[in-house]
């Protein structure tokens, strides 16, 4: 079974290496030889009953976990998009931000995660999707509504001109 601590706030695998370089998640450390990872992996492993939390030699529970180290109000959302994506086969791992994660399958894809009814403006919404295509990913928003079910939406960047003449 995989083992992870805190150190410094960060979640560090301190056993089972091998085994989350197998997985697909988190990001490799070379100077720590180990890897780390978000509060949704983590949470996704517990869940899944692949790793264990260690914590003043206490295992943690995924609701411990959520309570004493959630910083983000995404965390508990990205976690349940987390383990959609993964339950349908995409290795899917944290992203470059707090609501975003990133999976490969025909393509690489960068996914913005966030709930129903959340607000979200046009620019920040603009911004990512050109963000995510200048490195390369197609962009996905994932909306989590409030019985946790995920409903996957996909974004273009469409110039008002291009849509005219689409119309056409």
């Known amino acids: 079974m995989i083992e992870i601590t805190v150190i410094d706030g960060r979640f560090v695998v301190t056993n089972g290496v091998d085994e989350v370089r197998n997985l697909g998640i988190g990001t490799y450390v070379k100077s720590m030889s180990t890897y780390l990872l978000d509060i949704a992996e983590v949470a996704y492993l517990i869940y899944t009953n692949t790793a264990a939390l260690i914590v003043d030699g206490k295992k943690l529970t995924i609701e411990d976990l959520f309570t004493n180290y959630s910083k983000s109000p995404n965390d508990w959302i990205k976690f349940v998009v987390l383990y959609d994506l993964r339950s349908r086969g995409r290795k899917a791992?944290?992203?470059?931000?707090?609501?975003?994660?990133?999976?490969?399958?025909d393509g690489k894809y960068i996914v913005y995660v966030t709930e129903e009814n959340a607000p979200i403006t046009s620019n920040e919404l603009v911004n990512w999707v050109e963000s995510a295509l200048s490195k390369g990913y197609e962009p996905l928003l994932a909306v989590v509504d409030a019985h946790g079910d995920v409903t996957y939406y996909k974004l273009l960047n469409v110039r008002v001109n291009e849509l005219k003449e689409m119309m056409d």
């Open 93 to 105: 791992k944290a992203g470059f931000s707090d609501n975003s994660l990133v999976f490969e399958r």
